[in-house]
């Protein structure tokens, strides 16, 4: 039986993936449309980019904390948290928009709010995921959410475009519909998720953090590969809103930028299917090198053009290998991180990697005010070259090779707590 069909046969998987499909068709419907609401309601590039940008800003300022939290407490009890405090946020939308009493300000509390519910999410499920998953196929599983990732996207912007061009709370009551549902699927796992058993004395919170970050800091390839990975995700994001707000600058609908973003959707879904198999066969390091290529050169000839049929090819052709990128890489950190430290290594790795996001899109709509939307493409595409080349010189990335040679069991646990309290009864005494 291969990788799909055990994961098929594997119930709570499919109900923890079936939950955060129906959840992230609602987030992203909700995200196309919060940016274009501000800028319809302020005629404002920057008031746009402040809006987009608040979800990532609430993510990263609870992500490190809320892995010290998945690491202690019930993973169940963290999905549905998070679950519920969208139906919460995007319901108050919903009302406002009802109410014909949508503001910038409340659109942008609200992104931070759901931002800062992915944040524990996020770790949860990647968490349970390890817990539900045999290793052997954890890069299919990872593959399969990368996938409804790239659906979502698929059918959230052209969805949403569509619901906005007949009224704009038509966004929100799906985005709502999705979080419950990934409320109930969440509470049908039979699976236990409590957190793993704790070894020792306890420890702080505090404590536990660093922990965790030393765990982090010590591994060459996570240096490498996260430096790399928060500047290129900068980027992207000022990308992807570079692109829309031009499109809509020359008088394209919210319908026709949501179709656009409908490539980028059929190339991940596309290369989140064959993502299993590439890394079986490539290995992972020169998968990330390629990966960071495809996108500087699929982003370049939009310097000339923005035309839908353009944007849609170009930047679909650049997501393509980013799913076997994200499955290869994120297998290799699960299956070389120990079980007590998921949550907390899950939340380190996208802080350190998305620290940088909030600033892509303020970053563009900056540069789009000041020096217009050609030369702002052009800037970053040779920020994204910069990016590509760095990876491409550091060896620790080269070297990550094909599943088979990964190591068979997770890095040691750093023993900081247990210093740091030798250390501090020394002081004591």
Known sequence: MGHYARLAHNRDFTLL???GALREMGSSMAAFALPLIAFAVSGSALQAGWVAAMEMVGFVLLVLPAGVVVDRVNRRTVLLGTSLLGLAAYGSVLAAALLADLTTTHLAVVALLTGCGEAFGRPAEMATIRRLVDREDLPAAISQNVARSSVAELGGGPLSGLALGLTRWAPFAATVVGYAAATLCTLAIRTSLAAPAREGD???MRRDLVQGLRFVGRSPFRRAFFLYAALSNLVVAAVFLLVALRM?????SPFVIGLTETASGLAGLAGATVAPHVIDRVGTGWIAIGSAFAMALA???LIWTAHPLAVA???????????VMIAGVSSYLLTTTPEQMQGRISTATHFVTHATVPLGPLLAGVLVTAIGFERTTAVLVGLLLLCAVYVLGRGVVRDVGTPDTWPTE???VPEWSARGRHRADAGRD
């Open 202 to 204: 306890p420890t702080t």
């Open 410 to 412: 997770p890095e040691p």
């Open 248 to 252: 809509l600058d020359a008088g394209w």
């Open 313 to 323: 090819l170009l930047l679909g052709t650049g997501v393509a290998a980013q799913p």
């Open 17 to 19: 993936w079936t939950g």
């Open 299 to 301: 982003v370049a000839p």
